[in-house]
């Protein structure tokens, strides 16, 4: 026989003797007679017929505990569910805080490919842009002076001085000279004030 059938064993036997010594109990409060020896009675035999019960199934009956452990036993299952709750909270957060992030670096990507795309688009255009003043610069050099002076004499002053300044100095000064006199006075004026800032040695 093993250590647990053993124990088994014991359990019943000890079953079985409350079980004969509350039957005896009961006889006796039953020969008392009157109403409060018959309740007693059946009392004790419900719990005789109890205990034959629990023997049977080979368990003791499990007692409820204090009410100072059971309370403790709330205040622990109660705690455990509010940590189990706020680690899901928590892990939800993370988990929430992980694609935002992914969504942030996401768009900062797209946002660096959009600003490299521009910059090259920029500088494309500022590229065709110098090559078309250029072209310009070129024709105007090449025309007749007077036929140039006409043009310049309809451009705006800032407008007409930008080209004057990239023509080649005797070019430009024959044009000056096609023009009237205070249209060439303000171009001279737009001029040397574009020179004014810059450092001398």
Known sequence: MTRRNAKMHRRAGHGALLAIFLLFVGSGVARLGGGAG??????????????????????????KPPPDIAKLLHALQAREKKLASRQHDQDLRERN????????E???SALKRAEAKLK??????DGAA???????????????????????????????????????????AEVMAGLPPKTAYSISVILAGRNMNVPTR
Do not use: H, W
């Open 97 to 104: 805080l992980d694609l935002a992030r992914q969504e942030i």
């Open 120 to 125: 090259a688009t920029l500088a494309q255009a």
């Open 130 to 172: 110098e090559d078309d003043v250029s072209r310009l610069t070129a024709l105007y050099e090449n025309m007749e002076p007077k036929q140039a002076a006409s043009l310049f004499r309809e451009m705006a002053p800032d407008f007409a001085a930008g080209f004057l300044g990239r023509m080649r100095p005797e070019a430009a």
């Open 106 to 108: 996401s768009r900062l």
């Open 38 to 63: 018959l309740a007693i009675a059946r009392e004790v035999g419900d719990l005789a017929a109890a205990t034959r019960s629990g023997d049977r199934m080979g368990q003791e009956a499990c007692p």
